[in-house]
């Protein structure tokens, strides 16, 4: 309640109240009234008027509105401060994100005018003068990464179907965990952001309630090894092999060889492959004869018996052939004072009638019988085609026996005759040496006495 008093002359009180009534009622915004006519008490005396009135007048109140609903974050009014704030007066709140919408970054406006806050999340709205509304944008529940693997070897590891890598606040993150082939021999261990998870019985695991980045590794996936083992007639022996790698064995294997027979590697049984479990390969070796014997020659042919002697064996159905032959396509180098006695061809022979003489590799040895007359000559020598060395010979019972490296045309050859001749004469004994003396001069002197009688017959036929 105001009262409101004008004191002078009558036109002049009355005009200075019309003019005060008048300003009360145009300070409506800044001040209330109950908008009635108020009663004026009017006195005059001695023409000195006193007008005297009274109006109810009240100072106006504003409305700051809050937030609402609130969703990750609080606002309210400070202690001390009130929604219902009087003229030019100020209000003060408090604002503060949640846990979960830690992450966000808030604007708040008043009356769509964008406010600052302080380090305590106060801010102040100063010389209120109408209604306040506040309001709070940029409210975001809080969002974390899930990172696994991303160089995955010998696994896999990824977000069951349903899961995404980015997860809200308080979610859940489920992934699903296999090992591939070539490790499942792996052990392996899965760190949660440092912590050691397992898996149920689908190989699945849940990251719940997630209130940070999520880090997913895993350790000790290794390729599976396996135990190669190689069969060698009986002995074993063993390799490790990793996972897809190819088994080797390191050198060839071998088989000791009997009196007739020789071994020789062939290949492995199971073919070996590139390994994918333990495994067992045994060794399988080909036998081969390692004397070959001409023992039913075709003489008709110029065949003659024979047999060869191979240390690593030639294929079991091998048949030799040693023959006479009058000549030979290739080059016979006789050496000085030799002769040729017999001109040979050796051949090796598969069940095809196929010739495999070159499939004879190292030192070889060949033995044939010898030819009518040999006995008889001396320096007996073996000449192989295409050599311009002879090779010695042995001698047992009937047979010559040499060694080569090779089959295929070689000569017989033995001391020219004339040089047996002079060996002969030399090797005679002194007794013969004599009695040869002897027996010229007998001749000598027979002869000289047989020209004497002719000469002397003539003499006398010129005498008559």
């Not at 007008?51 to 109140?61: G, H, S, Y």
Request: hydrophobic fraction near 40%; aromatic fraction near 8%; charge should be negative.
């Amino acid at each position: 309640m105001k009262k409101i008093k004008m004191i002078g002359k009558p036109f002049f009180a009355a005009f200075c109240l019309m003019t005060s009534l008048l300003l009360v009622s145009n300070s409506a915004p800044f001040f209330e009234s109950d908008k009635r006519s108020p009663d004026v008490n009017t006195q005059v005396v001695d023409n000195i008027a006193t007008l005297e009135c009274e109006i109810n007048q009240r100072v106006p109140t504003f409305y700051v509105s809050l937030p609402n609903p609130q969703v990750g974050y609080t606002l309210v009014a400070k202690s001390g401060s009130y929604t219902n704030v009087t003229y030019n007066g100020s209000f003060t709140f408090v604002f503060t994100l949640l846990p979960s919408y830690d992450q966000s970054s808030p604007v708040i406006k008043v009356n769509n005018h964008e406010v600052s806050i302080d380090l305590n999340g106060e801010g102040t709205i100063s010389n209120i003068v109408e209604n306040k509304t506040i309001t709070v944008e940029g409210v975001e529940i809080n969002k974390y990464s899930v990172s696994v693997p991303s160089n995955q070897v010998g696994y896999s590891l990824a977000a069951k179907s349903g899961s995404e890598y980015t997860v809200d606040y308080g979610e859940s993150f489920t992934f699903v965990f296999s090992l591939l082939e070539g490790y499942t021999q792996s052990l392996p261990r899965i760190l949660v952001n440092g912590v050691e998870v397992t898996l149920d019985v689908n190989n699945e695991c849940i990251v719940a309630d997630i209130d940070e980045n999520i880090t997913i590794i895993v350790e000790n996936v290794a390729l599976n090894t396996y135990t190669i083992t190689w069969n060698i007639e009986g002995q074993t022996s063993t390799t490790v092999v990793n996972h897809g790698d190819t088994p080797i064995y390191e050198g060839t294997p071998s088989k000791p060889s009997t009196d007739t027979h020789a071994y020789v590697f062939d290949h492995w049984t199971p073919e070996i492959v590139a390994a994918v479990g333990n495994a067992t390969y045994t060794a399988v070796f080909e036998e081969r004869a390692i004397k070959i014997g001409a023992t039913d020659p075709d003489e008709s042919a110029g065949e003659v018996e024979a047999e060869l002697s191979v240390p690593g064996g030639v294929i079991i159905d091998a048949v030799l052939k040693v023959k006479i032959v009058e000549t030979t396509d290739g080059d016979i180098s006789v050496p000085d004072n030799k002769e040729i006695f017999k001109l040979y061809n050796a051949t090796l022979l598969n069940s095809e009638n196929e010739d495999i003489s070159a499939s004879i590799t190292g030192e070889v040895t060949l033995k044939f019988a010898m030819p009518s007359g040999l006995e008889e000559r001396e320096g007996i020598q073996i000449v192989i085609d295409g050599e311009s060395v002879a090779r010695s010979v042995m001698i047992e019972g009937q047979f010559i026996v040499f060694e080569t490296e090779s089959l295929g045309d070689f000569a017989l050859v033995v001391d020219t005759q004339s040089n047996t001749n002079l060996s002969l004469i030399v090797t005679l004994s002194v007794a013969g040496f004599v009695l040869l003396i002897f027996a010229g001069f007998g001749v000598f002197f027979l002869v000289r006495k047989k020209d004497k009688e002719k000469d002397d017959t003539k003499k006398e036929q010129r005498s008559h």
